[in-house]
């Protein structure tokens, strides 16, 4: 069992930057690990995810060329890097961990067996 927590969310201005964090309570090195949204309102959506090694990445259209999805597998962490955000990006971002995929596609929300809290993005416009 994984717990993870999710850590670095706030308000932003427009264009600004932000890094989320997730935390887990065991070794995350065997999990595919990605990063969801979700805005009040709507279905939750992909955002990020990463290979089990950090060698494979994926990113929704949304977010590419702005978000950088990085993990740390000595500390059990994994980050979000959130560049030129925009009133959009506004959501709670959740971390998850799947011990089932071993490279992209990340996508799927089902693919993932943990879950975190998530934790609040606020851009301002």
């Known amino acids: 069992q994984v717990h993870l927590v999710e850590s670095g969310g706030g308000l932003v201005q427009t264009g600004g930057s932000l890094r989320v964090s997730c935390a887990a309570s065991?070794?995350?090195?065997?999990?595919?690990m990605g990063w969801f949204r979700q805005a009040p309102g709507k279905e939750r959506e992909f955002v990020a995810g990463i290979s089990w090694s950090g060698g494979s990445t994926d990113y929704a259209d949304s977010v590419k060329g702005r978000f950088t999805i990085s993990r740390d597998n000595a500390n059990n962490a994994v980050y979000l890097r959130m560049d030129s955000l925009e009133p959009v990006d506004t959501a709670i971002y959740y971390c998850a961990a799947s011990f089932t995929t071993y490279d992209a596609p990340f996508d799927r929300a089902s693919q993932y067996d943990y879950w975190g809290q998530g934790t609040q993005v606020t851009v301002s416009s």
């Open positions: 065991g070794s995350i090195r065997d999990y595919a």
